[in-house]
């Protein structure tokens, strides 16, 4: 086995771990939304907030330091699909970062000073629209980093293209306001 195999192997692991975890809760929000369950909603809020920064920010960033190690020693940045990567990834990073985490600091400060609110349940369902976004650039980030599209894979670029609008059509769209039902 050589040093490449090695990082490559650390490099989806890691992947995995990130983008599969997190979509995990991603659809434990959607079906809480879809029963509408505000407690299990929230649970599943809380547990994205407590594991945004202890697990998810650390793997992502495993992840493209890998993949920075892979481009800098074996495949260079100059490939169409390296530079989808790597604006995929910045797009997603900068959503968890600028979004997710101070959005659930917010929000967990909220529910610890005045409890659910209809204040709470809004800003929950701004980071959900948010999330739906942020999956549709993971969906096109994993799809380039196994097809390696090149300028000449016009229908591919068009599919991400089509993912991407879609995502953003989704998350434009899915701003209705959480209202709990009653048995």
């Known amino acids: 086995m050589d040093w490449y195999s090695i990082v490559k192997f650390l490099h989806v692991v890691s992947a995995i771990l990130w983008v599969g975890g997190g979509f995990v809760l ?8 879809r029963a509408g369950k505000i407690e299990d909603k929230l649970q599943a809020m809380r ?5 945004g920064g202890r697990f998810f920010a650390p ?10 190690v892979m481009c800098g020693f074996w495949v260079g940045f100059s490939e ?3 530079v989808i990567g790597l604006v995929g990834y910045a797009t997603t990073f900068s959503i968890g970062m600028l979004v997710f985490k101070p959005t659930g600091e917010r929000m967990g400060a909220m529910v610890a000073k ?6 709470v349940l809004a800003i929950g369902q701004r980071m959900m629209s948010w999330a739906r976004f942020d999956y549709a650039v993971m969906l096109v980030i994993i799809a380039d980093m196994v ?3 090149a300028m000449h894979d016009i229908g591919i670029l068009a599919g991400m293209a ?5 995502g ?4 434009l769209g899915g701003t209705r306001q959480m209202v709990p039902r009653t048995a």
């Open 26 to 33: 991603f659809l434990l929000g959607v079906l809480a939304e």
């Open 47 to 51: 547990a994205s907030g407590q594991l």
């Open 59 to 68: 793997m992502s960033l495993l992840t493209l330091i890998f993949g920075l």
């Open 80 to 82: 169409l699909w390296i």
């Open 114 to 119: 005045e409890g659910v609110t209809p204040a």
């Open 147 to 149: 097809l390696k599209p």
């Open 162 to 166: 089509l993912v991407i609008a879609v």
């Open 168 to 171: 953003a059509a989704l998350a």
